[in-house]
């Protein structure tokens, strides 16, 4: 039944406004909360089973047939990026559970969270680009919140900032998509992409597309990333996961999608732009990576430096490109997830954020420690970890249209990941222990359960890259030929 | 009509853009509200104006205007409102707290 | 069978057991459990000899990603054998070294976990055939030395150490992935052998030279090869026996595989040859010249190895040219470069492995390497002396030691090569041997000061004050056998020369037909030739050399420190850092105003940008509607409002005007035929003028702004060119009509959905979604301004600020 | 000319009167000299310009399209009942946040009894 | 001819609402300010009327009953923050 | 000193009686005419706000003790409610329904699914509303 697509969307929606009348029952809050994402992550898996099987499933909203209506078309790519969302999301929560506090969980702190992940999955499973901006908007409202929630100083003025600049953002989204609407008079991702092939994306249609470009850039944290290591450094450990994994990774996918399946047909303007603007954020984001003295610092960085490398698989635009991008994306949400999860519990642990100031962390944490090795070495890209087959599909990719500098730019940049994460270890973990045996903070036992599950998601992606590779290829021969797209929504 | 609309909405989106532009907090909320009002009739203008009667059916049988965008804008006005509040109470919070409204004195950064 | 997957797995398994069970074992038995993990290895490797050198090779196929040609093919040919021999081998000697080498004080399962890391890693990449899982490997190995390397790491020389040594060497890694992918693409396989079969698609296409330059890169910083040997000297940081193992006997040795296995393919290349055959000479000579000034014997050691490993490269090099040459009666001689290169390799092995063990024990004992320090330890440690002075003498290249062996044979090689005429190997080609004689020279030097300083003149008194002794019989054990193999190679080459080098000359060679041919007869003695005098010449000028050290050692000094390679790489880390950081902090500045100018700015370039590349502008009036006199004055209200909203000093003045021009909004939506639309507009806009003066209750009015006229024009400027820019896209979009909307089809909106008004249809029935994800927006922003009023972090809530 | 007509031309006047009534007392609030007299102008004359405006829509739809507006009529009560209250309410705001009165308005009697114990004003 | 009457008024209403801006903008005081926008909204009322009768449809009749009720709303809700600086009060304040 | 409100609260009573009541008619009318859940719900907001605005904090909630964000939460479910019912029907997802019922005391009556999904919006505008600014004036 098609009605399954809704249902990433619509449970969290629906618990979350339950859990608000539960709001002094923690306890409840927690097992609700953990058991709906628990249920969407296996809901999404077998979504993505049925859309391997027998291709790719709509839901037409109210049952109007596109281009009419609004629809929730499920695809592989979609699919891919609902699970993992689903499943790190579920991870998040288990460590929010020890460290979030009581203080901010009766806030209102699980509805926020679940409607992040219904904001993210219904951006992920939309087919209708103005309903993309209005999951959009659901995400960002949500992401608002829990920015500021906690109200400390620095929360509230990141915030504000934070909100501000994407308000701008969804007024560009606002004006892109009136100027889409002034030209083809449609809505209907599938119906856009016809319409756009039929008149072959004339000059108009592309500035068009660029328009859509900063919006979703300005999202992704392409180029346009000034709002993110100010507002991703201040929230709770918890959400902090939660946007590094999720928020930029949202824009990227409407980049990809908006690329692939609506304005192809250009690729000489907007695919350049894309891959100088790939370019320039990592290289803005490895000097930014390298100038920080600090674990947020480096940790936000880091995630700029991820997007423009997701994104030089878009930009190089072939096949094997695509499918390191995406094989990037899902890794990128699970190592970055982590990764700030850790840097959370660095913070937690010392009090200290200069990674100078705290030291030799291992002695008293040896597994904390050894996990956050493990996520290093697979942001790098050192196999088998996770990053690895993405890297080296991105590298064939640019290998092959002959990309060669995005190509450096993007291998460099891995250098300087390591550099950068490496120096974390060695001044933070290594070194002379500052706490004594006895003074140590105990790590939380869930939060030590959402490290190990991660570093394992870690591991299982790319060790078992293979058992993912039937996804990904269906997921890349839909982007790859947009008919299969097309065809599935206008002529089912 | 409409490109003099499409003009208005240029000359309302250079003032909020300099309002956005500006230090302080209250000038730039009230330059995004500018903002959205030039992004509506924007939206509006792109469907067509007085090309039909009101879309309401019954009363007159044919050409209706685009009701389309209007429904869009519709949605739109909804989540400009609820950002805009939300938007002002955190702006008064971080007043409050921070002791500034000037984004100058926000910067947080480099004044360490 | 598949024994070679097991060989690679096994010091897996164990050192994923170790961290599992090391509680259950007394602390010393985990090196004896351990110890028997290489030696089992070595055992077993040893049985595959006799059917290697018969030319038989192994290879085993395992899935790993086929769907994306990433699989795991074991290879086992005669290259890798000796590779594997050395890590096994080796790898015994070093863990029965440390056993009694590292005190039980040490966390040990680490340190035992991390070698068998490294010991499987290793074996990884000489059994791979596949490029990536050789990769892997690779990086495995790089990261298993950096754990090593950082093993005492409350030291910050070690921490340092492990830094350098990881960075460099995973940046070459990762240019040698580049450099892997390159070959993929240009031969559609990652399997090494078949690469070689296609070698005459590849060689011709432009890729071919790059994928090259990459891939050496990665073998010359794993190998420590000029200029990324300054990671090698620093990783000395490491406890001995890792020093011993990784960073002398075998991880270094990677590259030297790695450029082995390549050669088949890119060895035809003038690139190749200079390259590998230069670099390897140059780091040979800067590597023997520099270990003569070190006062830390480890370190002096350490740029020894530095400059074996070049003196292994050049060979490699000059055994290149005969691949280019092709198979002939003539070419054969060349190929004795190689052979050469391959018995040094394991030479080398022998008394670098024997060498700094020796170190170990006098640091051991004595608790300095420091050769100031030392002297006169000839009486107390005999049998460490021995170790020395043989495994010394066998560096310097002098008889009846295996060193000098391969050392007469690399001076052969160099001679035999000035006589080629291609390359423009007759010009500059006479450099060669003469580089090659010189650092010889430097060699011999710092080998006497090994044992010289440390073990011959005056015994320094607080030497004496420790009581110091023998060490204990079982660390001595190791040493012995090595230098055990060093006299017998020297007795029995040919042994070695039959069974285990030949056939791994067919690995390098594999397009000639006979390795028989491949594989020169080794002698001790081949008469007055001009090898021998330029050994004899060695041995005179080094001892002079030697004995006047105090004369010419101020040479050093001529180089100023800033300029050596060392503090080259930390001056370019901290220079990039800085600049990195004052940029960043330039732009990064945390101002609002100027992140929203770059946003604008960006805006503007591309969109405009785009706009006028593409001249997409076309304007006219023809199917605009009419304009009223009064909707000509309400446009001018709205202007005249919104401008005067800039120029306003009063909050309650902005927000009235903002009021006004929701109205006229909403009034334009009335004149479009817009009801629910004026309607909406009309309330939110009251609430949102009232929230706005609840809201002012607790903000501050309006300043002036204090900016500069500058700010004040480049603000005016940006906020008109992004209002012209979506005015004129706007025009053009105004004038683009090649599409019927699809709003036509919601006319029919009470047969289809029962309602009569459209747009109420559309929300609530066609696009429902919209409205329902619209109303939980609405609904997170009001529990949102709840909870941000609500939630205020506590006094004791510390602010970590970035 | 028929009865419907006629009524219709009459409402169509009284629109017209409205808009001029209106351009008056915007003229009236440019003019007067301080916000108590402005408020004069406001609450009277405009409140006067939009009854007359309504009044006149109500009958044009009354008889051009046989249409009773109950919405027009509730507007006209509605605007009837709360012009006053508006223009009330905002004079005692005037007054108790100070805004002076013109030069030549007399005695203000009020003054004493409101201030006599506030020297600053409280906004 | 009297959907050209009805256009003057309608450009009567206008000219009235911009010169009551010129009052809104120049202020001087608050009340001024809120007296001008409480009379542009009474006159945006007469020019609905005139829109809808122009447009010869009934849709726009809420529009004007709901603009009395937001202009009433609104200049209480001014009058209340030019006397007491607080909208919505609470029961202690005065 | 307490300022007198007796005009207002006096001229408030019948007004908040007239725009509650246009709120309701603007809810039901909003499937044939403009109006609908959101307006409706924004209208009749508006004339809670206004009881607010003319009296106190503490009277109106002694009048209405409803904790409005869970009216607003309310709301949400009906209208996803709504959304979720045509699931048991089979039907896609938000299907809605209308026909014409006939009730014994109203007669004949045409009745839509659109009415309960417009009856969340209207809740939800009306909880949200009065909590954000019931939120910002409890604010010390």
Known sequence: ?492 | MESLIVILVGILVSVGTYLVLSRHMIRVIVGTAILSHAVHLLILAMGGLKKGVVPLLGQSEDGFTDALPQALILTAIVISFATTAFLLVLAYRTYKTNGTADFRELRGISDE | MTFELAIILLPFIVAACIPIFYRRLPKKAIGWVVLMVPLSLFLLLTTYIPRIAKGQTFSNYYEWIPSFNINFTTYLDGLSLIFSLLITGVGSLVILYSIFYLSKKESLHHFYCYLLLFMGAMLGVVFSDHLLVLYTFWELTSVSSFLLIAFWHHRKASRAGARKSMTITVSGGIAMLVGFLMLYSMSETFSIREIISNIDVISEQSLFIPALVLILLGAFTKSAQFPFHIWLPDAMEAPTPVSAYLHSATMVKAGIYLVARFTPIFGGEMIWFWAVTGVGLLTLFWGSFNAVKQVDLKALLAFSTVSQLGLIMSLLGLGSIAVYLGYSKDSIIYTQAAFAALFHLINHSTFKGALFMMVGIVDHEIGTRDIRRLGGLMPILPFTFTVALIGSLSMAGMPPFNGFLSKEMFFAATLKITQLDVFSIDTIGVLIPVVAWVASIFTFVYCLIIVGKTFFGKIKPDILEKNPHEAPIGMLISPFILIGLVVGIFIFPNLLGHYILQPAMAGIYPTFPSTEELTPHISAWHGFNMELWMTIGVVILGITLYFLLKRWKPIYRWIPQRLTLNSLYETVISFSENVSESLTKRYMNGNLTHYFSYIYMVFVIVVAGVFFLTNSFEWSLVNNSSVESFELILVFVVIFAAVAILFTTSRIASVLLNGVLGYSVAFFFVIFRAPDLALTQLVVESVTTALFLICFKFLPDLTPERTSKRVKVSNGVISILVGATVTIVGLAVVNYEKFETISTYFEDAYNLAGGKNIVNTILGDFRAFDTMLEVVVLFIAGLGVYTIIKLKAKKGDADIEN | MSVKETLEWAAILLILLGGIISVISALGLIRLPDVYTRSHAASKSSTLAVLVCLTGAFIYFWFHDGYVSIRLILGIIFVFITAPVAGHLICRAAYRSRVPLAEGSGEDELKPLLFANEDKPDL | MKETILLIALTLFMVAIAILLYRVIMGPSMPDRAIALDTIGVNLISAIAIVSILLKTKAFLEAILILGILAFIGTIAFSKYIERGVIVERKGDS | MKINDVILRTVVKGVVFIILTLGVYLFFSGHNAPGGGFIGGLVLGSGIVLLYITYDLETVHKKMPFDFKKVAAFGVLLATGSAIGSLYFNAPFLSQTDGYFNIPILGEKHLTTVTIFEAGVALTVIGTLVTIILSISEDE
Not at chain 1, 80 to 108: D, N
Not at chain 1, 135 to 141: I, K
Not at chain 1, 254 to 273: E, G, K, S, V, W
């Open chain 1, 1 to 492: 039944m098609n009605n399954l697509i809704v249902l990433p969307l619509i449970i969290p929606i629906i618990t979350g406004v339950i859990l608000v009348f539960l709001r002094h029952s923690i306890m409840l809050q927690r097992v609700i909360s953990t058991i709906t994402m628990i249920t969407v992550s296996i809901m999404s898996f077998i979504l993505l089973e049925i859309v391997e099987s027998e291709g790719i499933i709509r839901l037409d909203f109210s049952g109007w047939l596109p281009p009419f209506g609004i629809l929730f078309v499920a695809d592989s790519f979609a699919m891919l990026l609902v699970l993992t969302a689903s499943i790190v999301t579920t991870i998040c929560l288990l460590y929010a559970f020890s460290t979030i506090g009581k203080q901010i969980e009766t806030m209102f702190f699980y509805p926020f969270i679940l409607f992040l992940i219904a904001g993210v999955n219904g951006s992920f499973l939309t087919g209708d680009i103005f309903n993309l901006f209005v999951c959009f908007e659901v995400m960002l409202l949500s992401s608002y919140v829990l920015v500021a929630i906690g109200g400390k100083k620095v929360q509230l003025r990141e915030s504000l900032k934070y909100v501000l600049i994407n308000v701008v953002a969804s007024w560009m989204f606002l004006v892109a998509l009136a100027f889409l609407y002034g030209t083809v008079k449609t809505l209907n991702m599938a119906h856009i992409a016809q319409r756009v092939a039929e008149v072959g994306q004339e000059p108009l249609l592309t500035t068009v597309a660029v328009l859509f470009l900063l919006v979703f850039s300005l999202k992704a944290g392409l180029l346009l990333f000034f709002w993110l290591p100010g507002s991703y450094s201040v929230p709770p450990a918890a959400v902090q996961a939660l946007f590094a994994a999720l928020l930029t990774k949202v824009g990227i996918y409407a980049l990809i999608r908006t690329f692939t399946l609506m304005f192809p047909l250009n690729q000489d303007i907007t695919h350049t732009l894309i891959g100088v603007m790939a370019g320039i954020t990592i290289i803005a984001g490895c000097m930014g990576a390298l100038a920080g003295r600090d674990v947020y610092t480096i940790g936000t960085y880091n995630v700029i430096i991820g997007v423009g490398f997701i994104l030089i698989g878009l930009a190089v635009g072939t096949e094997a490109a695509i499918t390191g991008a995406i094989y990037y994306l899902i890794h990128d949400i699970v190592a970055k997830a982590l990764l700030f999860l850790i840097i959370g519990m660095m913070v937690y642990l010392t009090g200290e954020s200069v990674i100078k100031n705290m030291s030799g962390l291992i002695r008293n944490y040896p597994l904390f420690g050894w996990i956050y090795f493990i996520v290093l070495l697979a942001l790098t890209g050192v196999p088998p970890l996770s990053g690895f087959v993405g890297k080296i599909l991105i590298g064939q990719g640019a290998i092959e249209a002959e990309s060669y500098i995005l190509l450096a730019i993007g291998f460099a940049s891995s250098i300087i990941v390591l550099y950068s994460l490496l120096r974390i270890f060695l001044a933070s973990f290594f070194g002379e222990t500052t706490i004594s045996f006895e003074d140590r903070k105990p790590i939380p036992k869930g939060a030590y359960g959402s490290f190990i599950f991660l570093a394992v998601t870690i591991v299982f992606i790319g060790v078992g890259a293979e058992s993912l590779s039937v996804y990904v290829k269906d997921a890349v021969n839909t982007l790859m030929n947009p008919s299969v797209y097309i065809d599935a929504i206008l002529k089912g």
